[in-house]
């Protein structure tokens, strides 16, 4: 007998519903899940082909290629720099899943993730499979969408275990300035 989990506490994202939906109609601009306008660009086709060709087709190291990471690290040293340990650069699939890790790794069960209200849906999500509490802070209109810092400390308690903080904020698209962000 297959044995199916009984979590209930993950809701379906909105934004796929919108997607499915729009699918279904004619002459409509699709701008839910963030699907670039362009076409991919023939110079990343062209690597990730030859990278197949390469032979690029095998699993990786968990943490990715130490060639990649290597570049991301000589990336942000040339850019900014800061000095990082190669041992501190983990690639993974996307934003979605580097969350999901992050969260795994610092999140136990009944504690609480604060996240922006409005945020990205799947934050949500994301923090409930961890069987975690997501707790919302306010980035109203009226303080053009940036974070409520009194209402952030105002939700912060011993069960906080972290903030997501979003800039640019997805949906709203505020770039929270650098004294926001380091308070």
Sequence with gaps: MTHISERDNIQRNGIREIMELAMTMEDVISLQVGEPAISTPDFVKDGAIQAIQDGFTRYTANAG????????????????????????????????????????????????????????????????????????????????????????????TNRTRAIILNSPNNPTGKVYPPEIVQE
């Design 65 to 156: 290629y130490p060639s990649l990471r290597k570049a991301i690290v000589d990336r942000i040293y040339n850019r900014y720099r800061k000095k990082i340990d190669i041992n501190n650069v983990l690639v993974s699939p996307g934003a979605v899943a580097s969350i999901n890790i992050m969260l795994y790794s610092i999140v136990d069960k009944d504690e609480e993730v604060l996240i922006p209200d409005p945020s990205y849906p799947n934050y949500d999500g994301l923090v409930r499979i961890q069987d975690a509490v997501p707790v919302y802070y306010q980035t109203p209109i009226e303080n053009d969408y940036l974070p409520d810092l009194d209402d952030i400390r105002s939700k912060i």
